[in-house]
């Protein structure tokens, strides 16, 4: 085992040792890239979905940016997404020189308010970007219907959400793209790597080009337009297998500690925890705090203690070159700002032990206990 320098992590991994003899096993054939292990990957993967394919990838990031040279949005063109989310789901529109449209949040899930989308809707609009974050779930027959009545193609940002369903029908099979990461803090990994699946064959084979520089699937060698090596390792492909038979047991015991964290860290007046829909997929576990500066003492206390946290997410539209580009300013999206000065991920993974959670829960106790000694000390002061 490797040392970190953390005494509870944030996130971790688990691999068991199958899921070991399955990359070790293709590490001695002679295959490493574009091979039948990818192939068997995006087969059980789109099974999974219900989406007819899959299509592997190096990454969620590239995957998502697939998605939008695939469907063409360009310079001129907009969509429609959270300033809420990891960085990486807006980005992806840059990359093409589309221009992404933020629209606030709704403060109890965290995701997109769809009473505001239609509003910011222009001529430009050409697509819906939705992120199901922290592993929370949008009403997606919502967002179809509100792609369809204007005539807008959907990408749905299922990266953190791997596993859940809206309806009964699996996040990632509503948009006419949908696109999961498997980085190693997400519920399932390849290391690093991600799928976009469909279930239209056009947009299938198409993607199946773009992957892999371009090349046309003719055979002839000739490269059909201009693509990327954006190819998932037999490696990877391997490991992501292995992981995706055993999601439906990891995704267990997350629900287990999730439960447990809510369970132990409940009646704290200062604290939110936010409430666990049955749909979701347990992703991340957010503790918030009425006050920006609460949150900020917390992980300072936390970080004292070897507990390792993280703040999930800066509003991407106050990042330096978002607001250079685009003319943000603080106050743009108050409810994605106010939830990034007060949210806080804790360690949450497969394996965390009971022990380590009452660990945390005790530290935030504390942090809180001292937060509230020095408040009062400063009204008895003044
Ligand atoms: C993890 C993640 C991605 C993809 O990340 P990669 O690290 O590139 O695999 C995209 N969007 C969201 C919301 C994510 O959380």
């Given at each position: 085992?490797?040392?970190?320098?953390?005494?509870?992590?944030?996130?971790?991994?688990?691999?068991?040792?199958?899921?070991?003899?399955?990359?070790?096993?293709?590490?001695?054939?002679?295959?490493?890239?574009?091979?039948?292990?990818?192939?068997?990957?995006?087969?059980?993967?789109?099974?999974?979905?219900?989406?007819?394919?899959?299509?592997?990838?190096?990454?969620?990031?590239?995957?998502?940016?697939?998605?939008?040279?695939?469907?063409?949005?360009?310079?001129?063109?907009?969509?429609?997404?959270?300033?809420?989310?990891?960085?990486?789901?807006?980005?992806?529109?840059?990359?093409?020189?589309?221009?992404?449209?933020?629209?606030?949040?709704?403060?109890?899930?965290?995701?997109?308010?769809?009473?505001?989308?239609?509003?910011?809707?222009?001529?430009?609009?050409?697509?819906?970007?939705?992120?199901?974050?922290?592993?929370?779930?949008?009403?997606?027959?919502?967002?179809?219907?509100?792609?369809?009545?204007?005539?807008?193609?959907?990408?749905?940002?299922?990266?953190?959400?791997?596993?859940?369903?809206?309806?009964?029908?699996?996040?990632?099979?509503?948009?006419?793209?949908?696109?999961?990461?498997?980085?190693?803090?997400?519920?399932?990994?390849?290391?690093?790597?991600?799928?976009?699946?469909?279930?239209?064959?056009?947009?299938?084979?198409?993607?199946?080009?773009?992957?892999?520089?371009?090349?046309?699937?003719?055979?002839?060698?000739?490269?059909?337009?201009?693509?990327?090596?954006?190819?998932?390792?037999?490696?990877?492909?391997?490991?992501?297998?292995?992981?995706?038979?055993?999601?439906?047991?990891?995704?267990?015991?997350?629900?287990?500690?999730?439960?447990?964290?809510?369970?132990i860290l409940s009646g704290l007046d200062e604290l939110r925890v936010p409430p666990i829909p049955p749909e979701r997929s347990p992703f991340v576990f957010i503790v918030q705090t009425r006050e920006p500066a609460l949150r900020d003492h917390l992980q300072a206390q936390l970080t004292e203690r070897g507990i390792q946290s993280a703040v999930y997410f800066r509003p991407i539209h106050l990042e330096k070159f978002y607001r250079e580009r685009f003319g943000y300013r603080e106050g743009a999206f108050p409810r994605a700002e106010h939830a990034g000065q007060t949210c806080l991920a804790i360690p949450f993974y497969n394996q965390i032990t009971e022990e380590e959670q009452r660990q945390?829960?005790?530290?935030?106790?504390?942090?809180?206990?001292?937060?509230?000694?020095?408040?009062?000390?400063?009204?008895?002061?003044?």
């Amino acid at each position: 085992m490797t040392s970190s320098p953390w005494r509870i992590p944030l996130s971790r991994p688990q691999v068991d040792e199958e899921a070991v003899q399955e990359v070790a096993s293709v590490l001695r054939s002679p295959i490493l890239s574009i091979g039948p292990r990818l192939q068997a990957f995006e087969h059980a993967f789109a099974r999974f979905i219900g989406s007819r394919y899959a299509i592997g990838v190096s990454s969620g990031t590239c995957g998502l940016h697939l998605a939008v040279k695939l469907l063409g949005l360009g310079p001129g063109a907009e969509a429609i997404t959270t300033p809420f989310s990891f960085i990486a789901s807006a980005n992806c529109l840059l990359f093409e020189n589309a221009r992404p449209v933020f629209v606030d949040i709704d403060p109890d899930s965290f995701l997109l308010d769809l009473e505001l989308v239609e509003e910011a809707l222009t001529p430009r609009t050409r697509a819906l970007l939705p992120v199901h974050v922290f592993g929370n779930v949008l009403d997606m027959a919502r967002v179809m219907a509100i792609a369809r009545l204007h005539g807008l193609a959907v990408i749905e940002d299922a990266c953190e959400a791997v596993g859940a369903a809206w309806q009964g029908r699996r996040t990632g099979s509503w948009g006419d793209l949908g696109v999961f990461g498997f980085y190693p803090n997400k519920q399932m990994t390849t290391g690093e790597g991600g799928m976009v699946v469909t279930s239209r064959e056009d947009f299938h084979l198409r993607l199946r080009g773009l992957r892999n520089q371009g090349r046309s699937l003719a055979g002839d060698g000739s490269f059909s337009e201009l693509g990327y090596n954006y190819r998932m390792p037999e490696m990877a492909a391997a490991l992501g297998a292995a992981q995706l038979k055993s999601l439906p047991a990891f995704l267990q015991e997350r629900r287990r500690r999730e439960r447990f964290y809510q369970q132990i860290l409940s009646g704290l007046d200062e604290l939110r925890v936010p409430p666990i829909p049955p749909e979701r997929s347990p992703f991340v576990f957010i503790v918030q705090t009425r006050e920006p500066a609460l949150r900020d003492h917390l992980q300072a206390q936390l970080t004292e203690r070897g507990i390792q946290s993280a703040v999930y997410f800066r509003p991407i539209h106050l990042e330096k070159f978002y607001r250079e580009r685009f003319g943000y300013r603080e106050g743009a999206f108050p409810r994605a700002e106010h939830a990034g000065q007060t949210c806080l991920a804790i360690p949450f993974y497969n394996q965390i032990t009971e022990e380590e959670q009452r660990q945390v829960a005790d530290a935030i106790r504390q942090g809180l206990a001292q937060w509230l000694n020095r408040s009062r000390a400063a009204v008895l002061s003044r």
